[in-house]
């Protein structure tokens, strides 16, 4: 992180002026509580792009952008969010370092949970650095009954407060004119009680809150976490979240991308078959194999054919029906919900609730699901998620490949192959719960309000990951074709082949050749499911090659945030336990299948 | 005759307000979902989300089994651990026994 390696000095007094003031300018930063908008204020002011939701913890690093302030350009950062800045959580450490090494704060605060959110504010009176407040979510203070004397609080706290909706952008430009009027009134440092009383002071002065009826919305907030009612909204939200991902992303394929690529690629490819003369190199590399002087794009395994296919034709339909979901549930506030359900579940396996969250990001890709795992305290809630994630959670797009394989042989496979995935994250949690030293603490959230999700915003996000898909993957497939292609020509593979036979065609059941899979399976796992496809497996091979695959070493963008988020120590295990489980599994499963 | 008594959020009903008299920080023993760990840290985090002395919250749900308690603290509504629930003190309106 490239904030660690500037120094620490405090604020130098030069920076600010002898009334307060800021002078020379050069760095801002967004801070306030979890969920309060910060991400989506961030991307408003700088028009750089995040990802943002409504649960508390998506910023788990920090973002920086930049903004025009007169003729300056200015660095902004989006600090994750805080309650305090007495650090009593890896975020509120990594906030309260930050600060040593910003130029003004503007302190955005959640209007509708105001006494809650001028705690902070309070502490960062206490500091030598410039301060705005940005009143956010202003616009659910009126349905809410709570009504703000925006004057009296500005007059109160000494520093500029301007109400705020960044979700629209309304309050932006007017809060952006005053940045200049931002001051630091350097209040003594006050105990922990004495804050307190100056917000319970502020609040009598400046709010009044009328009594509001429950909505419709409040009713069904508290039903889905009471337990009688919470978990049966679960499983419905669960398997409807599942239905609809299918049905996009089948529809997608059948009714779209099949049929340009049968009708409109195909064609055009036999053409540059017949150019290229039918054989040879070139034709093996860019078209591939033909089968009855077809081309078959999940076979012929040429860079035009299936290395273009695999990305669009079969995995792109379900990163965007999966990231539509995901994203609908997460702007929603439903996620926290579902934590606080399994946090019974979650406890045995040495994590707690939160830790579904990113579990359910590991079902799109592992590597922001294991960036995700800061989100919980402990190194060992960490190291358990983490190493979970990479072994048990299939990503969006090994869940596509394995759909469009496995599934052709009948639905029950493909429930076998998550059945089993499921079994394992189970097992493999209560084992690790046992084995690794330590205890988890316990849950303690914020569950957020529900609220109702902008289009906008979920587009944006739907957006920025498949964006981020097709720009992180594939060139990484279409590479990882070629070279399949040019270490078959080589012969290299029936070398690797004959040595490891024992273990591929002895414990796992598979022709000698799935050993190719397996190695390139460290690549993109999608291409290795897909290459289990000219092999003619059984149903039951093919579904003990799904596991191994999805099981065995996480693919390179996976190990490479595995090695920055648990140390090579944390990895090494990991891979350990992944080799161990991988070959027990996958004998299992062999000899029962 | 109604009374106020004092017991632990774990016991309130859910529904029941009551306002938080003291919260147990320290290593003592502990019962259920109890790990251990409520050092100041723990006193800290519930007092950062507004969970502390003077303040009147509301249980609205606990999960069975020992699972968490969901609270309502003002217009916030937070989720705690069984093991913290046992250890925040309530003073509550109730029958005289």
């Known amino acids: 992180m490239r904030w660690r390696e500037k120094s620490f000095d405090f604020v130098l007094p030069s920076d600010v002026g002898e009334d307060g003031r800021p002078m020379g300018l050069k760095r801002i930063l967004l801070m306030g509580n979890p969920n309060v908008g910060k991400s989506v204020f961030f991307s408003r002011i700088t028009g750089v792009k995040v990802i943002a939701s409504n649960y508390p913890g998506t910023t788990v690093g920090f973002t920086k952008g930049s903004m025009k302030l007169g003729e300056e350009e200015v660095e902004v950062i989006d600090v994750p969010g805080t309650y305090t800045l007495e650090a009593t959580s890896k975020a509120e450490e990594v906030a309260s370092q930050m600060l040593q090494d910003g130029d003004l704060v503007i302190n955005v605060a959640d209007a509708t949970n105001l006494e809650r959110n001028l705690y902070l504010t309070q502490e960062l009176l206490e500091r030598q650095i410039p301060v705005i407040v940005a009143l956010n979510i202003w616009d659910d203070t009126k349905h809410k009954g709570i009504s703000i004397d925006v004057a009296k609080l500005e007059e109160r706290l000494g520093v500029p407060v301007l109400p705020t909706v960044a979700v629209t952008g309304q309050g932006i430009k007017e809060l952006v004119d005053r940045i200049p009027e931002a001051i630091s009134p350097a209040l003594p440092q006050r105990t922990r009680d004495e804050r307190w009383a100056a917000v319970g002071d502020i609040i009598e002065h400046v709010q009044t809150i009328t009594h509001h009826h429950h909505t419709w919305l409040e009713r069904l907030q508290d039903a889905s976490i009471k337990p009688l009612t919470g978990l049966p909204i679960a499983a419905v939200v669960l398997a409807a979240s599942f239905l609809v991902i299918r049905f996009i992303g089948e529809g997608l394929i059948g009714y779209v991308l099949e049929p340009l690529f049968e009708n409109l690629w195909a064609p055009l490819m036999m053409k540059l078959s017949v150019a290229l003369g039918s054989s040879g190199f070139w034709h093996d590399m860019l078209i591939g194999n033909l089968f009855d002087g077809e081309i078959d794009f999940f076979q012929s395994m040429g860079v035009l054919t299936t290395g273009l296919f695999i990305p669009l034709g079969a995995v792109l339909p379900y990163i965007l029906a999966f990231y539509l979901i995901l994203g609908l549930l997460e702007d929603v506030g439903y996620l926290p919900r579902l934590a606080v359900l399994l946090d019974n579940l979650m406890h045995r396996m040495g994590l707690h609730g939160y830790a579904i969250i990113p579990t359910m990001l590991g079902l799109g890709c592992c ?107 594939l060139p990484i497939i279409l590479l990882a074709i070629f070279a399949i292609g040019i270490l078959y020509h080589l012969g290299v593979f029936d070398a690797i082949a004959n040595f490891t036979a024992p273990v591929v065609s002895g414990l796992f059941g598979l022709p000698e050749e799935g050993v190719v899979a397996i190695v390139v399976g460290f690549l993109r796992k999608d291409v290795a499911i897909g290459l289990l496809a000219p092999l003619s497996l059984s149903a039951a091979q093919l579904v003990v090659g799904s596991v191994v695959l999805t099981m065995f070493l996480p693919c390179i963008a996976a190990f490479v945030v595995l090695a920055r988020e648990l140390g090579i120590k944390g990895l090494l295990m990991a891979i350990g336990i992944m080799l161990a489980a991988t070959v027990v599994v996958g004998g299992l499963l062999n000899l029962v299948l | 005759m109604k009374e106020k008594r004092q017991i632990t959020v774990r016991q309130m009903q859910p529904g029941q307000s009551g306002t938080v008299v003291q919260i147990l920080g320290g290593h003592g023993p502990h019962r259920g979902r109890g790990h251990g760990g409520y050092g100041h840290g723990f006193v800290d985090r519930l007092h950062s989300l507004g969970i502390r002395p003077g303040r009147r919250i509301t249980k609205v749900s606990g999960m069975f089994m020992w699972g968490p308690v969901t609270l309502q603290v003002g217009r916030a509504q937070v989720a705690i651990g069984y093991g913290m629930a046992g250890r925040i003190l309530v003073e509550v309106e109730g029958e005289k026994l």
């Open chain 1, 367 to 473: 590597v922001p699901a294991i960036m995700a795992t800061r989100i919980l305290e402990s190194k060992r809630e960490r190291f358990i998620a983490a190493t979970l994630i990479s072994i048990a959670i299939p990503c969006a797009a090994s869940q596509a490949m394995i759909i469009g394989l496995v599934g052709a042989e009948g639905g029950q496979y493909v429930a076998m192959v998550y059945g089993t995935l499921f079994v394992v994250w189970l097992t493999l949690g209560l084992i690790l719960n046992r084995a690794v030293r330590g205890f988890s603490p316990e849950l303690l959230i914020e569950i957020p309000p529900y609220r109702r999700p902008s289009w906008r915003g979920v587009l944006t996000k739907l957006w920025m990951r498949t964006y981020g898909f097709l720009r992180e993957a």
